[in-house]
């Protein structure tokens, strides 16, 4: 089965995040992925999505982030980007979760909970690319 969605875009308020991973979700369904997989998908999505207001912006804001979830031929990715400051997330050292303090595990899940990061900035935009 091949699809391809298109592209989600809301404002990087916390509030926004539900109905985001909702779309995502439906459409991940609809292309036939199994719950754990949705799952997965949410938990990366939710961590960047977070990071982004928290650490991105420093606080919920009107600027977009946007998601494309894609699906073909059995694999699947998200392509997330947004225009907050510079953030190479694939340079960023991953921590053990069994030594770390509380929190700061977030690009540590991200990683684990998928096959590929890929960094990319283009213009004002941090682009990430995750496979599942």
Not at 10 to 33: D, N
Not at 37 to 45: E, H, N, P, S, T
């Amino acid at each position: 089965m091949s699809n391809n969605f298109t592209e989600i875009s809301v404002s990087a308020r916390f509030s926004s995040l539900s109905p985001l991973m909702c779309r995502v979700s439906e459409q991940a369904a609809q292309a036939g992925l199994d719950e754990a997989a949705i799952c997965r998908l949410q938990l990366v999505l939710e961590e960047l999505f977070t990071n982004t207001i928290t650490h991105g912006y420093g606080s919920e804001c009107d600027e977009l982030v946007s998601v494309k979830f894609t699906h073909a031929d059995g694999h699947c990715s998200l392509r997330y980007w947004d225009n907050a400051p510079v953030f190479d997330l694939s340079k960023t050292p991953l921590k053990d979760a069994s030594t770390s303090e509380f929190g700061g595990l977030g690009l540590t899940l991200v990683h684990s909970m998928s096959k590929k990061v890929i960094y990319g900035h283009s213009g004002n935009r941090n682009i990430v690319l995750v496979t599942f």
